[in-house]
């Protein structure tokens, strides 16, 4: 390990991880509520698109996708809103079409290479510049300021958008902010373990966490925690071994959702014996109150998480 870290570019690489490590679980935490898991791996079709233009106009590829990503999720959180029957298909045609044009794009690129889009579709964490850190730390700053900061208005809503309206949360704000948050959090994690495989880093760790825990925060801190235990493994391992990074995370959290399934049944059966009557979740948002002075309080139900 010490030896490891003597080289700057592996510096570098495990602070990058560690930054993806805490953004990727904590706004996962809310896709896996409103169970839109893969909604990070349709930004990541998506973005491709933004590294595509990167290439052609010779800038940045993280900022041209962090472009791209934001005005697709929106457009996502848009089409989601509606309702309609025919969301699902213009879902499929954004995110296909994304893929297929950052692929053209970066074909007709005059850096065009499979080795360039290699580094974007399955990370390239090793390869991360002084730069490109200090991008991906303000992006991650932002993504924990918001998911963090707004954790109790983000955890109403996506338990129960009606009945949070009801209480004054501004409903819409909140959603489009989470998909933007969600766009910048593909764009900060494609670096480290690639387009393709940064929805797992988002879900995976969450599903773990879950089988452990009980509430909405004990879920979101195991699940960051496991994150960047994965991530940091995942870099190290990669090194040793001298595999590519992003699968090794993925694959390392995967087993870590199955070590933490295999001990969820004792742990649950532990605790009905210590306290076998469990209060309902609730959410603790503070409600306004209505005309006669009365709150509006009631318990938020269905993910047996609690705040």
């Not at 950052?102 to 007709?108: E, Q």
């Not at 909405?216 to 496991?226: C, I, P, Y």
């Amino acid at each position: 390990m010490t030896e490891m870290l003597q080289f700057d570019f592996m510096q570098r690489a495990l602070v990058a991880a560690v930054l993806v490590g805490v953004t990727a679980p904590a706004v996962g935490i809310y896709l896996v509520q409103r169970r839109q898991a893969l909604m990070g791996d349709g930004i990541g079709h998506v973005a491709l698109t933004g590294v595509g233009l990167g290439f052609v106009f010779q800038t940045s590829p993280v900022w041209m996708a962090v472009v791209v990503c934001v005005l697709g999720a929106i457009v996502m959180e848009l089409v989601r809103s509606r309702g309609n029957q025919r969301g699902d298909i213009a879902l499929a045609m954004l995110f296909y079409g994304g893929m297929a044009c950052g692929k053209l794009l970066v074909s007709m690129s005059p850096q065009a290479g499979s080795s360039s889009l290699e580094s974007y579709l399955w990370g390239s964490i090793l390869t991360v510049s002084a730069s490109d850190l200090w991008v991906i730390g303000g992006l991650a700053a932002v993504v924990v300021a918001v998911t963090v900061g707004l954790r109790r208005q983000l955890f109403a809503v996506c338990q129960d958008e009606e009945f949070a309206r009801v209480t004054g949360i501004p409903v819409r704000l909140l959603n489009l902010l989470l998909a933007v948050t969600a766009a910048v959090t593909v764009t900060v994690a494609m670096r480290v373990v690639g387009l393709l495989l940064v929805s797992a880093l988002m879900v995976v760790p969450v599903a773990a966490a879950q089988q452990v825990t009980r509430s909405f925060a004990a879920t979101q801190a195991a699940a960051v925690g496991l994150g960047i235990g994965v991530a940091v493994l995942g870099v190290a391992g990669s090194y040793q071994a001298d595999v590519p990074s992003g699968p090794a995370i993925v694959l390392l959290a995967i087993a870590a959702f199955a070590l933490f399934s295999a001990a969820a049944a004792p742990l649950a059966r532990r605790r009905h014996r210590a306290a076998p009557q469990d209060a309902p979740a609730v959410c603790d948002v503070a409600l306004p109150r209505q005309d006669d002075g009365s709150r509006t309080d009631a318990p938020l139900s269905g993910t047996g998480l609690a705040q």
